[in-house]
C-alpha cells in the first residue's frame, strides 16, 4: 500500500472545515447545545477538560468541550494550545486547604484521615448499568442533604509533620524571589 496525497490545497481544507462545523452543529430542527448547558449538566467533563488543560475557565472549557464533539481529549487539547498563547501574568500563591470546605475527600495514606474521609459524588459505588430514566424529559433527582460541621478540614500533611516524618516549612529558605520556568528561558 502506498501513500497518495490529498490534492486540493485551500479550498479543500475550508470545505472540510465547513463539513465538520456542519456535523458538528447536528440536525438544525434540534436546540444548539449551550455552554451553560454543558457547565451546568457536564461538570465532571468540564473539570476534566479544566484539569488536565492546566486552565481553570469555565466557559472556555464548555467551549472546547462543544468544539471538540464531547471528545474529552480533543477538548484538552484545544484548552491546552489556548493556554499556550496567554501571557503569564503571575504566579499562583498555594491554598489554605485546612479552610476548604471539600465535597469529597479520600486518602489513600490514612486509614483514619485527620477530619475523616468524606465519599462526595462518585461512580465508584453505584451500578454500572444504563439508567433509562434520564432518557425522561424533566429529569430533576433531589440531591440528599449533608451534614456539614462548619469546621476546617485539617491537613493530612500536618499528621505528617507531627510525627516528624516531614520537613517543615519554616525551615526552607527560598532560593529565588520568582519560581523557576524552565519554558520561559532561552
Known amino acids: 500500500m502506498s501513500y ?5 490545497g485551500e479550498k479543500a481544507i475550508e470545505n472540510a ?8 452543529r447536528g440536525e438544525l430542527t434540534i436546540a444548539e447545545l449551550s455552554l451553560e448547558q454543558i457547565k451546568q449538566q457536564m461538570g465532571l467533563a468540564v473539570a476534566r477538560v479544566m484539569c488536565e488543560g ?11 468541550i462543544k468544539q471538540s464533539w464531547g471528545d474529552l481529549v480533543e477538548a484538552i487539547f484545544l484548552l491546552r494550545a489556548y493556554r499556550t498563547t496567554l501571557p503569564r ?9 485546612n479552610q476548604m470546605h471539600v465535597q469529597r475527600r479520600i486518602s489513600s495514606i490514612f486509614k483514619d484521615i485527620p477530619g ?3 465519599l462526595g459524588p462518585t461512580f465508584d459505588y453505584i451500578h454500572r448499568l444504563l439508567d433509562f430514566k434520564l432518557a425522561a424529559e424533566n429529569n430533576q433527582p433531589a440531591a440528599p442533604r449533608g451534614q456539614t460541621t462548619g469546621e476546617d478540614t485539617p491537613r493530612a500533611l500536618d499528621a505528617l509533620g507531627h510525627e516528624g516524618l516531614i520537613q517543615s516549612e519554616e525551615g526552607v529558605a527560598a532560593t529565588a524571589s520568582e519560581p523557576f520556568d524552565l519554558t520561559r528561558q532561552r
Do not use: F, M, N, W
Not at 472545515?17 to 458538528?24: D, G, Q, V
Not at 492546566?54 to 472546547?64: E, F, G, I, P, Q
Open 116 to 118: 475523616g474521609q468524606i
Open 17 to 24: 472545515e465547513a463539513l465538520l462545523k456542519a456535523k458538528r
Open 4 to 8: 497518495v496525497s490529498v490534492k486540493g
Open 89 to 97: 501574568l503571575y504566579y499562583s500563591q498555594p491554598l489554605e486547604t
Open 54 to 64: 492546566s486552565l481553570y475557565d469555565l466557559d472556555l472549557a464548555a467551549l472546547a
